[in-house]
């Protein structure tokens, strides 16, 4: 059975930082994209980052320059670095699989599976 757990979310300030992870287990995940999508109250869900197996990784504009994504093939994890943290990225974040895929697709209903979520919340 496909699973995702994600782990890391927590209450920050503005300014201030927090690293997400997001670990897979069931079948090997070396073939597809990972990606971090948020959530915030009354909003779809949007894409945040998103990261092939080589490495290849796209940012939201909204993020570009303070988040970062990387991934461990090897533990099968996926991780977002999210720097300068501002008010403005509360949300639920949630780390998908876009399966055997070739490129990364900015769509939530492009993936399959979902992680439990994690919610992020920043003061000012």
């Known amino acids: 059975q496909v699973q995702l757990v994600e782990s890391g979310g927590g209450l920050v300030q503005a300014g201030d930082s927090l690293r997400l992870s997001c670990t897979a287990s069931?079948?090997?995940?070396?073939?597809?994209?990972m990606s971090w999508f948020r959530q915030a109250p009354g909003n779809e869900r949007e894409f945040v980052a998103g990261?092939?197996?080589?490495?290849?990784?796209q940012y939201s504009d909204s993020v570009k320059g303070r988040f970062t994504i990387s991934r461990d093939n090897a533990k099968n994890t996926v991780y977002l670095q999210m720097d300068n943290l501002q008010p403005e990225d509360t949300a639920v974040y949630y780390c998908?699989?876009?399966?055997?895929?070739?490129?990364?697709?900015?769509?939530?209903?492009?993936?399959?599976?979902w992680g439990q979520g994690l919610q992020v919340t920043v003061s000012s």
């Open positions: 069931g079948r090997a995940f070396s073939d597809d994209v």
């Open positions: 990261i092939t197996w080589g490495g290849y990784s």
């Open positions: 998908g699989v876009d399966q055997a895929a070739s490129a990364i697709v900015r769509v939530a209903t492009r993936y399959y599976k």
